[in-house]
């Protein structure tokens, strides 16, 4: 009789700790424990109104047979801080503007902005020939050593790009034994953008001329322009007027 009822009391002692520490069966505590409904627990919803979190996972169902699927957290909040702001509109290209860096229209009567070079007659600043004002440069360098008359300017580029070289030309009895040359110097060498060669030329007017110049010419402390004349008969001659350097855009 004595063991008999030793064994119940093992039995009911080992049912009562069974149920009251459910740890002991190994229960996980994201599960929800089966209600007598049957239903999951319903999961945790994100609670973040900064970052308008990610709502919590979805419950999950009871582990019983007969538990349903938990209902799913609620979403966090969406209230959070507002999305970043769009990067700055990058900066457009700009239309920019022409500078001009050098310009002798010649009516100041003289030649201070040139450096002159021989061995003909030299460059003057002359009103026998203007093409706009009273005024152009103008070389009868009676000698056909060539170069006879060189006036050249020095027009630092540095900073600037797109560099154009505009003049208006009259060339007078120019012929074959003759040379007119309009260059630009890139710090090393001349660069010729005309030149009468072999050719002869007697401009009845002024001819308009236009360069836009390489990239050689951008960004150049010795940058440079010249006008070379060389004909024998007092009769020849080089007018040049309107003698622009501009840089941009
Ligand atoms: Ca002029």
């Known amino acids: ?110 030649l201070a902005a040139w450096t002159l070079g021989g061995p003909g007659d030299p460059w003057i600043a002359s009103t026998s020939t203007p093409n706009a004002g009273a005024v152009a440069g103008r070389a009868v360098p009676t000698t056909t050593s060539d170069p006879a008359s060189t006036m050249e300017a020095v027009v630092s580029t540095v900073g600037h790009t797109n560099i154009r070289l505009e003049y208006d030309r009259r060339l007078l009895g120019i012929d074959g034994a003759d040379e007119f040359r309009a260059g630009w110097f890139n710090g090393v060498t001349w660069i010729y953008v005309e030149e009468t060669g072999s050719a002869s030329a007697n401009d009845a007017a002024y001819v308009h001329r236009a360069f836009s110049l390489p990239p050689g010419a951008e960004n150049e402390a010795g940058f440079a322009i010249r006008f070379e004349c060389t004909a024998g008969a007092v009769s020849e001659s080089c007018n040049v007027d309107g003698v622009i350097v501009t840089a941009g855009p």
């Not at 424990?33 to 970052?51: K, L, N, P």
């Open 1 to 110: 009789m004595c063991c008999y009822r030793n064994q119940v009391r093992s039995v009911l002692a080992v049912l009562v700790l069974t149920a009251g520490c459910s740890s002991i069966l190994g229960l996980d505590d994201d599960y929800a424990v089966r209600t007598d409904a049957g239903a999951g627990a319903v999961g945790a919803g994100g609670t973040s109104s900064g970052g308008g979190n990610d709502g919590g996972d979805a419950g999950r169902g009871g582990t019983a047979a007969g538990g349903s699927a938990g209902t799913g957290g609620l979403g966090g909040s969406s209230s959070g801080g507002a999305a970043g702001g769009g990067g700055g509109t990058a900066g457009s290209g700009g239309t920019g503007t022409v500078v001009v860096l050098f310009e002798d229209q010649f009516e100041s009567g003289t």
